[in-house]
């Protein structure tokens, strides 16, 4: 790809840190279109993008993609799981697959927000003024928040975790409350976060283990065959665990 492309990531202050994952920053200047993808994560992203309105972006099922070209930015604010969930009036499920304008579930002050990142001149300056609009707004989270939160950041780091069942007893519920739990805070259910989880696992181990049978993979990973784990990590990654290993290789 001729051109470049700058990518950052910078994690929030302390006042924000219950709430916010991280912010993100994506500058290109391209002579030819690129195909981009990123893996989905049960997480909502506020996105700013030069020449257009900012938007709220709900947890996404899919993998996104989308086109690069000629020049432009994205600035994102990364939510942490289930903490967005404070600010929108109803259950996450209604928010999962869409972006609703920023002004939805911020109002009209959403709009001078909107000016002061798309006006400022570094990274640091968008940070710093959305920190200070979002300090003002963020209600703290309740003890169910946190403890979903908690739980969605867990399945992500242990890797033991395969099953909704293992996850329910973690925090002393029955797999009926935590599907609504889920539903009611983050927008998925913890069937689709484990599964997610799980193959962004399965992708990491394919790079640094390029000799690891897929069989026993797919074993560690919970799965009863390698045909359904095949069918799973071709629809997430967009590439067959073999052609997949190849390529990164």
Known sequence: ?????????????????????HFWWVRWDV??????????????????????????????????????????????????????????????????????????????????????????????????????????RLPALSAEVILVRELVERLERDHSLC???QAAATVGLDVRALQRLFRLHVGVTPKWVLRRYRLHEAAERLTTSPKLSLARLAADLGYADQAHFTRDFTATIGRTPGSFRAHER
């Open 31 to 136: 002579e030819t279109p690129s195909k981009v993808s990123t893996l989905p994560h049960p997480c909502v992203h506020l996105l700013f993008e030069s020449g257009r309105s900012g938007v709220v972006h709900g947890v996404s099922e899919e993998r996104f993609e989308r086109s690069l070209e000629g020049s432009g930015f994205v600035f994102g604010i990364k939510f942490r799981p289930a903490a967005f969930s404070v600010l929108w009036p109803a259950a996450m499920r209604s928010l999962s697959n869409r972006s609703v304008p920023l002004a939805t579930v911020f109002g009209p002050s959403a709009g001078a927000w909107e000016r002061d990142v798309q006006r400022a001149d570094s990274l640091e300056a968008r940070i710093t003024r959305s920190e200070t609009f979002l300090e003002r």
């Open 163 to 165: 099953r909704v069942e």
């Open 1 to 21: 790809m001729a051109g470049s492309v700058e990518h950052r990531r910078v994690g929030p202050s302390p006042a924000l840190a219950e709430h916010i994952a």
